[in-house]
């Protein structure tokens, strides 16, 4: 292990010994003490009091600005006035119902209006979203295979939780990748559904297309891969998926869980100029409450309209979130937001360049809409193996480093990526960066270090 990240390690449990306690006590009846596997790290999670704006406190009263807003599903930021309002107004006139109501053809209509779909359905998850397209996408064609890429993340049902961080040599060659269950529990017979291709490799697809003639529903991803930092889409590659699925007759599934509201007004079908036939939404539409949505075109629904698709929930379009959501596209996800946020991303971004560049720091960062990394690799990731290779101990050294002098600049693990919130400001991009420019100098010795001891064996 690096010195530096020892002396960071020993100054995070210096700085948050109320967060040890809280987590020691989690650990008696919470299974690794925390509600989702994501949240666990070593030594121990930090523990939140508090968020306001682009910033959060932990227990022991360090205050933080946040880029890690939930793992991206807070671009509102914390407590956004506007949804704040239309959530309070709500609470007054009944949390729950099962039943249909006014704001959500609104809300359908404000979804039909920026993305490519006629039709709409609301849920909590995007696990839940992504779900239900699958389902309907094998509804609609009458076959039970799915594309999946390597390395990408659709949340924990069956058919999403292959492939997600498989290992050598499990995950077999990169031209013909085996699809590996992301733990016990995946029956085999839904992997035997999931057939595995290479993100960014045209050609991994088509195989799998004709090897599985007539068999495949649908091809999901996300079309900037978010779970190994950020990983772009290259020219071409969401276009020739789009021609390869109407060459097939299969449905392309667009999660947008990340994307479709961080990546600017219209999500990755505008960025990108490419039309999937489904998209699944969650994370940042709801402002901070729990809501999600898939959509497509009417006659793909229509199987939910004439019964043959089932589809339900009792949370779905609950009136507290759906008036948080429609809040949210209303007065946080506009046009002004986004150029706002788009300039804290390129002030972000080329204050990260420049330090990268005079630290002597082997690496590069990526960016896209509201959402960025430090990639601590050599040369731009393009598939989730380009990926795998990151040092991990200097990827700890940078988020301890950052985390120690007041900044989440990320969730915590090594594949996940910045948010920026339509809160955040130019000052707190400043400090962002004064404190990475602290933080770097520290990476590129550790870095050297590291490739001194490889050269010496
Ligand atoms: C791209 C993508 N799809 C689906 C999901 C699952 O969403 P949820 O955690 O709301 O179930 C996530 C969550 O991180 C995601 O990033």
């Known amino acids: 292990m690096y010195a530096d990240l020892q002396r960071e390690l020993d100054n995070f449990e210096r700085r948050t010994p109320k967060s040890a306690e809280a987590h020691k006590k989690n650990l008696k009846r919470i299974p690794l003490g925390v509600a989702s596997n994501y949240r666990a790290y070593d030594p121990y999670p930090i523990f939140v009091q508090e968020g306001q704006g682009g910033k959060f406190r932990d227990l022991d009263g360090n205050e933080y600005i946040d880029h890690n ?5 807070l671009m509102a930021g914390h407590c956004h006035p506007a949804v704040m309002k239309a959530v309070q107004q709500r609470l007054h006139t009944g949390t729950m119902f ?12 404000e979804i039909c209006a920026r993305f490519p779909v006629e039709m709409v359905r609301f849920g909590s998850s995007g696990t839940e979203a992504t779900m239900h397209a699958v389902r309907l996408a094998r ?3 009458d076959r039970d295979k799915i594309i999946k890429f390597e390395g990408g993340y659709h949340g924990l049902h ?22 590996v269950p992301g733990g016990l529990g995946v029956p085999k017979a839904s992997i035997a559904n999931v057939q595995i291709a290479t993100f960014n490799d045209l050609s991994s697809v088509e195989r799998r297309f004709k090897q599985n003639a007539g068999e495949i529903a649908a091809v999901i991803l996300e079309p900037i891969m978010m779970n190994v930092g950020l990983c772009m889409p290259q ?16 449905l392309l599934i667009f999660d947008e869980v990340k994307t479709g509201a961080k990546l600017g007004w219209g999500g990755a079908s505008e960025y990108f100029g490419v039309t999937p036939d489904m998209i699944c939404l969650a994370k940042s ?20 309209s004439q019964h043959k698709v089932f589809h339900g929930g009792t949370y779905n379009t609950n009136p507290v ?16 937001n986004y ?62 480093g950052m985390v120690n002098r007041g900044v989440m600049c990320q969730p915590y693990w090594w594949d996940e990526q910045w948010t920026i919130s339509v809160q955040h400001t130019e000052a707190d991009i400043d400090k962002h960066l004064a404190v990475f420019e602290e933080v770097a100098p520290m990476l590129s010795k550790a870095q050297q270090e590291s490739t001194a001891a490889v050269a010496v064996h």
């Not at 560049?357 to 050599?378: C, F, H």
Request: with cysteine.
């Open 98 to 109: 099962g039943m249909p109501h006014n704001m959500e053809w609104e809300l359908a209509e």
């Open 285 to 304: 539409i709801g402002g901070g409450f729990p809501l999600a949505a898939f959509g497509t075109h009417k006659s793909v629904m229509d199987l939910i």
């Open 139 to 141: 509804a609609a064609t």
């Open 235 to 250: 020219p071409g590659f969401l276009e020739g998926l789009r021609s390869l699925c109407t060459k097939y007759g299969a």
């Open 158 to 179: 069956d058919a999403a939780l292959v492939s997600v961080k498989p290992h050598a040599p499990e995950f077999g060659d990169i031209n013909d990748p085996t699809p």
């Open 69 to 73: 807003l939930c793992f991206g599903a």
């Open 339 to 400: 150029a706002h946020v788009d300039k804290l991303s390129k002030k972000l971004t080329d204050g990260y360049k420049k330090i990268v560049t005079k630290s002597g720091l082997n690496a590069y960062i990526a960016s896209a809409g509201a959402n960025g990394a430090l990639m601590l690799q050599p040369n731009e990731v393009r598939n989730y193996r380009d990926w795998l290779n990151i040092d991990i101990d200097l990827w700890r050294l940078y988020w301890f």
């Open 321 to 336: 979130s759906m008036a948080a959501g429609l809040a949210t596209f209303r007065e946080v996800l506009t046009r002004e």
